[in-house]
T-cell receptor, first 110, second 117 residues
């Protein structure tokens, strides 16, 4: 079976740094996606990690440790528009299937 | 711009009245997916097509059916909607696995929000 854990909600201040953690247990693993989803909108792709380590893309970075079943998304220089849900989605071996975590709702305050 | 399009964006139907949601894509992707997302929950995969091959998730109710007449279009049919089927329905596309990490990304349409009265 699949089990994905991420915090339900987080609050941070504009301009700060926030780290959203995700732990997973999947029957097969072949990479992990992070998606951003604003309220009432579709998820949009943020990052994809398949090897251990840190992938940096502008203000957003994502880290993966396959041996620990752990990933995090790091958001720097937070902006108000970063208020959204962030979905952790491991990819299982069977095809290109994603299993989404429940998402972390991030609220950025002035 | 290449994209995934869903129509309508908002759909209202009556309890038990069949409804069809549509998805089209200009990305020329082989794989298309339908997800159901209820409020404050994760998207849940209902089924997917690899070209014309249909793959149903084990826990997808029989009330949900799908058609893919060609590469570009995919439809979600809900035969007898219940109040519990009110949700956002998301269509996504991707290339087949094996093209590489970037090509494995799923691209989502804007979703159709279904209300059942």
């Amino acid at each position: 079976g699949q089990n994905i854990d991420q915090p339900t909600e987080m609050t941070a201040t504009e301009g700060a740094i926030v780290q959203i953690n995700c732990t997973y247990q999947t029957s097969g693993f072949n990479g992990l996606f992070w998606y951003q989803q604003h309220a009432g909108e579709a998820p949009t792709f943020l990052s994809y990690n398949v090897l251990d380590g840190l992938e940096e893309k502008g203000r957003f970075s994502s880290f993966l440790s396959r041996s620990k079943g752990y990933s995090y998304l790091l958001l720097k220089e937070l902006q108000m528009k970063d208020s959204a849900s962030y979905l952790c989605a491991p990819k299982v071996d069977a095809g290109n299937m994603l299993t989404f975590g429940g998402g972390t709702r991030l609220m950025v305050k002035p | 711009d290449a994209m995934v399009i869903q129509n309508p964006r908002y759909q209202v139907t009556q309890f038990g009245k069949p409804v069809t949601l549509s998805c089209s894509q200009t990305l020329n992707h082989n794989v298309m997916y339908w997800y159901q997302q209820k409020s404050s929950q994760a998207p849940k995969l209902l089924f997917h097509y690899y070209d014309k091959d249909f793959n149903n998730e084990a826990d997808t109710p029989d009330n949900f059916q799908s058609r893919r007449p060609n590469t570009s279009f995919c439809f979600l049919d809900i035969r007898s909607p219940g109040l519990g089927d009110a949700a956002m329905y998301l269509c996504a596309t991707s290339r087949p696995q094996g093209w590489g990490p970037k090509e494995d990304t799923q691209y989502f349409g804007p979703g159709t929000r279904l209300t059942v009265l």
